[in-house]
């Protein structure tokens, strides 16, 4: 479920193709969902994971925003089988992905893992941070480079 503090930044919602590939790995994770950023850049949408809607990465999408519970994450993947070593593969890969299309890696990350950070190490400038506490002791921290 789609948090109210994260509704009122990210307003629009619109739906995108599904991606069988990416699902394949993140399966019904309520944590994953792609933003992209609209003339005028203050607007956004949001696209809910939830809804297993995916998307193609062609489809211009300006990042992929992991948000991630305290513990939660790990534990969500480990019901499906994943491992963190898969996990970190995966989201190498979907980097690659976004930058293969779009000549950057621009992917916004939220982060509650410092295992996490390590992927992520040396790709991002932080140029920017909000932080919002949600209701299911969520932390929400986006890093956009």
């Not at 995916?54 to 211009?60: A, K």
């Not at 992991?66 to 979907?94: C, M, N, P, Q």
């Not at 992905?97 to 509650?112: L, P, Q, S």
Request: glycine share 6%; with cysteine; proline share 1%.
């Amino acid at each position: 479920m789609i948090d109210e503090v994260l509704e009122m930044i990210l307003t629009t919602l619109d739906h995108v193709r599904k991606d069988e590939y990416l699902a394949r790995f993140l399966f019904h994770m309520n944590y994953v969902v792609f933003v992209k950023q609209h003339k005028p850049a203050e607007t956004l949408s949001l696209w809910p994971e939830e809804h297993n809607v995916l998307g193609d990465l062609r489809g211009g999408f300006d990042a992929i925003v992991y948000i991630s519970g305290i513990g939660l994450i790990k534990e969500e993947f480990r019901k499906h089988g994943i491992e963190r070593a898969t996990l970190e593969h995966t989201l190498y890969d979907l980097m690659e992905k976004f930058y293969r299309y779009h000549n950057t890696y621009g992917i916004w990350y939220v982060d509650c893992h410092s295992w996490m950070c390590r992927v992520f190490k040396g790709v991002f400038i932080n140029i920017g941070r909000l932080q919002y506490e949600f209701k299911k002791n969520y932390s929400l921290k986006v890093f956009r480079h």
